[in-house]
C-alpha cells in the first residue's frame, strides 16, 4: 500500500496495538503528527518532554507492553534524554520516536540539529536513524520486539523530516528475526536441579525478588514458589509488591533504605535466590553483605548481570516466569518454621516514630500505613524519590496492585508523570502519585496535562520545605552543615492545584489524617493533598 | 593481562562507536583495535585486546555479547591463535649503513616498501613480539617514524568463530 513514512510510521504503532501516546511536537516531527491526526491513537500532549518519557514508563509498567513517547529535534529530543536513561535504568520498555532535520543537512550543526542517537547511545537498548524510508516498517517492528523481548529497555527511533515525508510501499512483517538478538528464555534444566538442590538443603533460605519479575510477568509464579515451599521473600524497591506487603512470607525491602527484618534476613541466609534483581549497590551493596556460607543462585534474563556485581554459585540464565514455574515444581515445603518465626519477630519490630503527632505534623510512616488502608486493593501508588519514596515504599502496603518509582536512575519529578500515564490505561483506577515538595517542583507542570486531560490522579505531597534526603546528608555526614537544601515555603502547593481547577486540601497534623485521605480518595477527578512533615523526620 | 577478542559485528553505521564507546563507559582498557569487513559483506568482524584480570574479561565479553549489533564473538587463545599486526616503520639511513639495514630486513622477513637517499621504510606484518624485536633492531639507526595497525587474529586449524 503507497503512503508516506509518517503515515507508515502511524501505521506501525496501530499494528503494535498502541492506543495512548504521550509527545510534544516541533518543525522536525510535524509530518508524523499530521499523519496522527487521522488514527484512532489518542495523544496526550504532555508540557515537557521528559514528562512524556515518564509517562510512557508509568504506562508500559502496568500494561506490561511497550509504550510510546514522541519529541522533535534538538531541544525536544535531548529533553526526552532524562526519561530514556530513567527506563534504561529500571529495564521498562520504551520505543521513542524522534524528529530530526532533513537527511541532507545532518551534520551540518543546522536549526534544532541534535545527534539523539549518538547521545543516548550509553542508556538506550537500541537506537536507529532512518535514512532510508522503505526500512521504515521493519525498523518499527524490530523496535518493539526489542524494547519488549529479553531484558526490556527504551529503543530510540530518529527519523528526519525529509524522511518521514517520502512516498512508499508500506507493509507490517508478520515475523520477525534478528541473527545478532536472541535473548535466551528457557533456563538451563541441569541448572535449575541445582538451584532446587542447595533450596532444599538450606536452613535459611530466602528468596529476593527484584524488579524482572514484573518484567517476565513473573507475580504468580514467585508466589506460588513461595507460598508451596514456605520461603520467606523480600524484595528489592524496584521488586516491591511481587508479594503482597500482607503475605505471611513477605520480610520487606532490602537495602541502604530497607527494614531491619528484610535486611537481617539477607544477611542471616544461608540460600540465597536473587531472582529478577541486578544486586545493584543500593540494594546489596557488595557481596560481605550476605553470609560467607550462603549459595547464591542468581536467576536473570541477562547474562552480563550474573557475576557483575555479587559473586554467585549457581547461574541460571532465562525468563523469571519459566525458571520460578520449575523450580515450584521441584521445591517442596521446606520445614523452616525457626527461620519464618525469627523474621516475622523482626518484621514487628520495624518502627514507625515520627516527629509528627496529633498536634503539629504529618507522620509519614504512620500515613502511609492509613492510606493502604483506605486505598482499593488494585491502587497503584506511583513514588518519586527521596524520603518521600522510601516512606511509601516501606509502609505503603501494596495488594494488588502496584508501586512503581524510578529505581535504578533516582529521577526526581518521576512520580507525578507516571501516574499521569498509569491512569490513560484506566480511568476508574486509584492511582495515586507521591511526591516531595522538591519533585513536585520539577514537575509541577503535568499539573497541566492531568487537568486538561481529566486524568483522576490524586496527588501527594509531603512538604517539608526541604530536600529532605540531602538535608538529611548533610546533617549526618558533613556535620549539620546544611546547604542548597532549603526550598522555603513558596509556592502555595494547594493553593497552585486551584489555579489547574484541581481541587486540594492540607493536612498539618494526624488529628485529621483519616478524614483527608476519606476525601483524597473519594474525590471525583484529579485533586491534591498536602501534608506538612516535619524538616527534621528521619527516613528510618 | 591481555586478551584477545574477536567478534563478527552487522556492518553498518554506528557500530564501532556502539563498541568503543561501551569500552569506555565500563572503564574496560582497549590496548588495540582493528575492524574490517569480511566475506559476507554485511557483516565486519572486530578484533580487541583488552587488558584486566577474568572480572573484567568476563565483563567484556557478556556486554559485548548482549550489543544489538554483535552477531558472535570469542575469546582466543594467544597461544596458539594466529595473531598478526602490521608495522609501517621509517628509519634513517645512508650510503654505509644501507647494507645493515637490508640485512635487518632480510633476517626479519620484512618488505621494503620505500626508499631514498637518507630514509629507509620497512614493511612488516608478524606478532606483537616479532615486531617489538624489529623496532629494536633498528632503533639505533633512528627511527623517524613508525605506525602499527591493531592486531588481527584467527583460530588455529579448521575451527572458526
Known sequence: ?540 | MKHTISILVENHAGVLSRISGLFSRRSFNIDSLAVGVTDDPTVSRITIIVNGDEYTVEQVTKQLNKMVDVIKLKQLDSSSDICRELLLIKVRCNAKNRSDLIDIAQLMQAKISDLSSNSFTLELSDTPQRLALMEEMLRPYGILEEVRTGAIALQHGTEVL
Open chain 1, 1 to 540: 500500500m503507497k503512503m508516506t513514512v509518517a503515515q507508515a510510521m502511524v501505521k506501525c504503532l496501530e499494528q503494535e496495538q498502541i492506543q495512548t501516546v504521550f509527545g510534544y511536537p516541533g518543525a522536525a516531527i510535524c509530518p508524523f503528527y499530521d499523519a496522527l491526526l487521522n488514527s484512532p491513537i489518542e495523544h496526550l500532549l504532555i508540557r515537557q518532554e521528559q514528562m512524556g518519557g515518564h509517562c510512557a514508563n508509568g504506562l508500559a509498567r502496568v500494561t506490561g507492553r511497550p509504550q510510546v513517547c514522541i519529541a522533535t529535534s534538538g531541544p525536544g529530543a535531548l529533553n526526552l534524554i532524562t526519561g530514556i536513561a530513567t527506563a534504561y535504568m529500571d529495564s521498562i520498555p520504551l520505543v521513542c520516536i524522534t524528529g530530526q532535520v532533513n537527511s541532507d543537512q545532518l551534520g551540518k550543526d543546522v536549526f534544532q540539529e541534535a545527534d539523539i542517537t549518538g547521545a543516548v547511545e550509553p542508556f538506550s537498548k537500541y537506537s536507529y536513524i532512518v535514512k532510508d524510508g522503505s526500512q521504515i516498517a521493519r525498523i518499527f517492528k524490530e523496535a518493539f520486539y526489542l524494547a519488549g523481548t529479553g531484558r526490556p529497555g527504551p529503543v530510540v527511533i530518529d527519523v528526519p523530516t525529509d524522511i518521514q515525508n517520502q512516498t512508499i510501499d508500506f507493509e507490517y512483517p508478520e515475523t520477525i528475526s534478528m541473527r545478532s538478538y536472541k535473548p535466551t528464555v528457557v533456563g538451563n534444566a541441569r541448572q535449575i536441579t541445582r538451584a532446587a538442590a542447595a533450596l532444599k538443603k538450606a536452613k535459611r533460605p530466602l528468596i529476593v525478588a527484584g524488579g524482572g519479575i514484573f518484567a517476565a510477568g513473573a507475580v504468580e509464579e514467585l508466589n506460588k514458589l513461595a507460598a508451596k515451599s514456605g520461603i520467606p521473600v523480600v524484595t528489592t524497591l524496584m521488586g516491591k509488591g511481587a508479594v503482597r506487603d500482607d503475605d505471611p512470607y513477605y520480610m520487606g525491602m532490602i537495602g541502604t533504605h530497607g527494614v531491619g527484618s528484610a535486611n537481617q534476613a539477607l544477611a542471616h541466609a544461608d540460600a540465597l535466590l536473587i531472582a529478577g534483581a541486578r544486586a545493584g549497590d543500593r540494594s546489596i551493596k557488595d557481596t560481605g553483605v550476605i553470609a560467607r556460607d550462603c549459595t547464591v543462585i542468581h536467576l536473570d534474563i541477562d547474562p552480563a548481570e550474573i557475576g557483575k556485581n555479587i559473586a554467585v554459585d549457581i547461574p541460571i540464565v532465562g525468563d523469571a516466569r519459566q525458571v520460578l514455574d520449575a523450580l515450584a515444581e521441584q521445591v517442596p515445603y521446606l520445614c523452616c518454621e525457626d527461620w519464618l518465626a525469627r523474621l516475622v519477630d523482626l518484621r514487628s519490630r520495624n518502627s514507625t516514630k515520627s516527629l509528627g503527632s496529633d498536634e503539629a505534623y504529618v507522620n509519614p510512616k504512620e500515613f502511609f500505613l492509613r492510606l493502604s488502608e483506605k486505598a482499593p486493593d488494585n491502587a497503584v501508588l506511583t513514588a518519586d524519590v527521596g524520603q518521600n519514596q522510601i516512606w511509601a515504599a516501606n509502609y505503603y502496603k501494596v495488594k494488588r496492585g502496584r508501586f512503581l518509582t524510578s529505581g535504578g536512575m533516582g529521577t526526581m519529578g518521576y512520580a507525578i508523570p507516571a501516574a499521569a500515564g498509569v491512569q490513560t490505561a484506566d480511568p476508574s483506577r486509584t492511582v495515586m502519585a507521591v511526591c516531595g515538595d522538591g519533585g513536585f517542583q520539577m514537575s509541577m507542570m503535568e499539573l497541566g496535562t492531568i487537568a486538561y486531560y481529566k486524568l483522576p490522579v490524586k496527588i501527594i505531597v509531603l512538604n517539608n520545605h526541604f530536600l529532605g534526603m540531602v538535608k538529611e546528608l548533610q546533617d549526618r555526614g558533613f556535620g549539620r552543615r546544611e546547604t542548597a537544601v532549603e526550598l522555603g515555603d513558596k509556592p502555595d502547593i494547594a493553593a497552585l492545584a486551584g489555579c489547574y481547577n484541581i481541587p486540594s486540601k492540607k493536612l498539618t497534623s494526624m488529628a485529621e489524617c483519616d478524614g483527608a485521605i476519606q476525601w483524597l480518595l473519594s474525590t471525583e477527578g484529579p485533586c491534591l493533598l498536602e501534608c506538612l512533615v516535619h524538616p527534621d523526620e528521619s527516613t528510618l
